[in-house]
């Protein structure tokens, strides 16, 4: 595809999302912004949910990243599922309960000032850091497709991708995004569906071939038991699964805000458990064309780029295919990474604003919305410089780094949520921050040497359990002693 045709088509996307954006949240006041009012439809927000779930590194590494890690990342996918249970029976009624605007509110009831600063800190590193890697792959593909040939700069790149970002949020927020990503959702999963079609007919593969093609390769290993120092071991990749998705989706402001935005905790709980299902067939879609991508590289004997995550992008848009395919994969690319950059600055807004700034209680309806205004242009800017600067460090697999930082940040909210959670006792509210950030640096270190301590052991994803373990022991060493009268 030309410069101009990828223009084209993004530009024909944008004027149908900002529409939609227009049209539902136009008349959105602070709590529209920050939860909807509470009134989205359950089967609504559960579309939503999917879109906002599969970024841009699904729709873009995924594919590529079967030649090495074969299916094994369904063996995460089936723990997201069962922390998506968790997630609907253990936390939406408790955050119901307590009608919370941001889930962090939760640790300032249960523990005190700090330990609700430090989660609301905690989850603004993770998710300004987590949704800045997942734009920057889409900024790379862009960078690559469109300007590049127009011998345009990355930074004027990132530059107007966070604008587009910052001007379909700024208005509706949590309002807009229910529904825009409900239209992000449906041109998602058409892209994947009719990208594969395509291939396979490329191919010369029927419905039924395809499925045999797939399960037939070597690519389409899903289980491994065999190796427990291996990264893709079954209870590895399952557990960090389980726990991942609890973190990340039922102690992460950015969704959780789409959860509460139901009209009650019942209507919550099927959203989440649907879209967890869903979500499980949806990657799969994803790992089957990975395999149909590689079948058709090897027929055509088309040297692949050494980088998985260019895979994708290179046979959708350089003229391998017919015209359309490239014009659905840059549609599902859009629609999926321009759902998480959304998500991530409302999140990052509704946050700062709420839980750093204290907003909603100490200053008016008016003041808070001017201030929230502000705030989401600040989190644009500051989303953008972290952009660049992963530009600069760019050394690793996008899918990798999300997991890794995920499992360094997310791992002292998760610690400090099960505590809450499952222990009765107080603890030293005013050390808290000190436990949170002494746990990831012991997980650094484990890590580091985990192989020589542990007979060749490597850690994966699942160091987000000892990161929440850690926490969890440092809270019961700050449990205050009761005295006996």
């Known amino acids: 595809m030309s410069p101009i045709a990828v223009l084209i088509t993004i530009a024909a996307y944008f004027v149908v999302l900002f529409s939609v954006a227009y049209f539902t949240g136009r008349k959105a006041d602070n709590q529209g912004f920050f939860v909807?009012?509470?009134?989205?439809?359950?089967?609504?927000?559960?579309?939503?949910?999917?879109?906002?779930?599969?970024?841009?590194?699904?729709?873009?590494?995924?594919?590529?990243?079967?030649?090495?890690?074969?299916?094994?990342?369904?063996?995460?996918?089936?723990?997201?599922?069962?922390?998506?249970?968790?997630?609907?029976?253990?936390?939406?009624?408790?955050?119901?309960?307590?009608?919370?605007?941001?889930?962090?509110?939760?640790?300032?009831?249960?523990?005190?000032?700090?330990?609700?600063?430090?989660?609301?800190?905690?989850?603004?590193?993770?998710?300004?850091?987590?949704?800045?890697?997942?734009?920057?792959?889409?900024?790379?593909?862009?960078?690559?497709?469109v300007f590049d040939p127009l011998g345009v700069d990355f930074i004027w790149n990132v530059a107007l991708t966070m604008l587009i970002v910052w001007l379909y949020t700024f208005q509706g927020g949590v309002k807009s995004l229910i529904w825009t990503d409900t239209l992000k959702t449906f041109c998602?999963?058409?892209?994947?569906?009719?990208?594969?079609?395509?291939?396979?007919?490329?191919?010369?593969?029927?419905?039924?071939?395809?499925?045999?093609?797939?399960?037939?390769?070597?690519?389409?290993?899903?289980?491994?038991?065999?190796?427990?120092?291996?990264?893709?071991?079954?209870?590895?990749?399952?557990?960090?699964?389980?726990?991942?998705?609890?973190?990340?989706?039922?102690?992460?402001?950015?969704?959780?805000?789409?959860?509460?935005?139901?009209?009650?905790?019942?209507?919550?709980?099927?959203?989440?458990?649907?879209?967890?299902?869903?979500?499980?067939?949806?990657?799969?879609?994803?790992?089957?064309?990975?395999?149909?991508l590689y079948m058709y590289a090897a027929r055509h004997q088309i040297t692949l780029p050494e980088k998985s995550d260019e895979v994708f992008p290179m046979l959708a848009t350089q003229g391998y295919f017919p015209t359309v395919v490239g014009v659905l994969f840059v549609i599902g690319m859009v629609s999926a990474a321009f759902s998480a950059a959304g998500s991530a600055l409302t999140a990052l807004t509704t946050s700062f604003t709420v839980d750093i700034l204290d907003s909603t209680r100490k200053h008016s309806e008016t003041v808070t919305a001017r201030i929230r205004k502000r705030v989401?242009?600040?989190?644009?800017?500051?989303?953008?410089?972290?952009?660049?600067?992963?530009?600069?460090?760019?050394?690793?697999?996008?899918?990798?780094?999300?997991?890794?930082?995920?499992?360094?940040?997310?791992?002292?909210?998760?610690?400090?949520?099960?505590?809450?959670?499952?222990?009765?006792?107080?603890?030293?509210?005013?050390?808290?921050?000190?436990?949170?950030?002494?746990?990831p640096v012991l997980c650094f270190i484990l890590q580091k040497n985990s192989e020589a301590w542990f007979g060749g052991y490597s850690f994966s994803y699942e160091l987000l359990i000892f990161n929440a373990l850690f926490t969890f022991i440092g809270l019961c060493l700050l449990i205050k002693k009761e005295h006996k009268s």
């Not at 307590?98 to 998710?127: C, H, P």
């Not at 139901?262 to 799969?284: L, P």
């Not at 930082?405 to 050390?431: C, E, H, N």
Request: aromatic content about 16%.
């Open 376 to 439: 989401h242009i600040g989190m644009a800017v500051m989303m953008g410089v972290v952009i660049l600067i992963f530009n600069l460090l760019n050394n690793t697999s996008v899918v990798d780094a999300v997991y890794i930082l995920a499992s360094y940040t997310y791992g002292p909210i998760l610690g400090l949520f099960a505590f809450g959670i499952f222990m009765k006792q107080q603890v030293r509210d005013r050390w808290i921050p000190l436990v949170a950030l002494l746990a």
């Open 36 to 145: 909807g009012n509470r009134k989205s439809p359950w089967f609504i927000v559960t579309l939503a949910m999917i879109g906002s779930s599969i970024s841009g590194v699904t729709f873009i590494s995924v594919p590529g990243w079967v030649e090495v890690n074969n299916f094994s990342y369904l063996q995460m996918v089936l723990g997201f599922v069962v922390g998506q249970f968790i997630i609907a029976f253990v936390l939406i009624p408790l955050f119901y309960r307590m009608q919370l605007v941001s889930i962090y509110e939760y640790l300032q009831q249960r523990f005190g000032i700090s330990s609700y600063k430090t989660g609301a800190w905690f989850f603004f590193i993770s998710k300004m850091l987590g949704a800045a890697v997942r734009i920057f792959l889409v900024c790379i593909v862009m960078q690559f497709l």
């Open 188 to 292: 998602l999963i058409v892209s994947v569906g009719l990208c594969i079609y395509y291939i396979a007919s490329d191919l010369n593969l029927g419905f039924g071939s395809m499925f045999r093609a797939v399960a037939d390769s070597d690519l389409s290993r899903t289980f491994f038991f065999d190796d427990v120092n291996d990264k893709r071991f079954f209870l590895k990749q399952f557990l960090a699964g389980v726990f991942t998705v609890i973190a990340t989706m039922g102690l992460d402001q950015d969704m959780m805000q789409r959860n509460l935005s139901c009209k009650n905790h019942r209507d919550s709980q099927k959203n989440i458990i649907t879209s967890g299902i869903m979500q499980f067939f949806i990657i799969a879609l994803f790992l089957m064309l990975g395999v149909l």
